[in-house]
């Protein structure tokens, strides 16, 4: 006999569950290294965003300006959204803050509501952030034709 005062765990198997669960980590793993490696799925992180950046170009070149002038009602509504979203920098006159007066008959990148539509929507160096994906073509285009009346007057 082996009596020995130190425990004897030789004769103990592994659990059934345990070698399942190692053998399916080991199957996933070598699934995720197939389906993931360049070398053997010819898949990229820069494909991806390469995807990603013309389906956005695809989109953002649909997006036209609207208009609204004369619709009172967009107008308000532009009015509001200037309140909320381009007070902050522009103040809320438009009169300029940090961001520059709105009401001058001519801008910096120009006055028209194309260039108007462009600055709103994919932002300018120096400070102008992009808010198309904030607040959408529709929301631009009336706060557009609120900036319209502010220059009318």
Not at 104 to 120: M, N
């Amino acid at each position: 006999m082996h009596d020995t005062p130190e425990p004897q765990d030789g004769h103990n198997s592994i659990p059934k569950g345990w070698i399942f669960f190692f053998i399916v980590g080991i199957i996933c793993m070598i699934g995720y290294i197939a389906s993931y490696s360049p070398a053997f799925s010819n898949w990229s992180v820069y494909k991806e965003f390469d995807k990603e950046m013309a389906s956005a170009k695809k989109t953002e070149s649909a997006v036209a300006v609207k208009d609204y002038s004369g619709n009172h009602e967009a107008i308000e509504d532009g009015k509001e959204i200037f309140a909320n979203t381009c007070a902050p920098c522009h103040n809320g006159d438009a009169k300029g803050l940090i961001g520059p007066n709105l009401t001058a008959p001519t801008l910096k990148y120009g006055s028209t509501k194309a260039i108007l539509f462009e600055t709103i929507a994919k932002g300018r160096p120096n400070g102008m952030p992009s808010f198309l994906p904030q607040i959408g073509a529709d929301k631009i285009s009336k706060v557009i034709a609120f900036l319209e009346t502010l220059r009318n007057k």
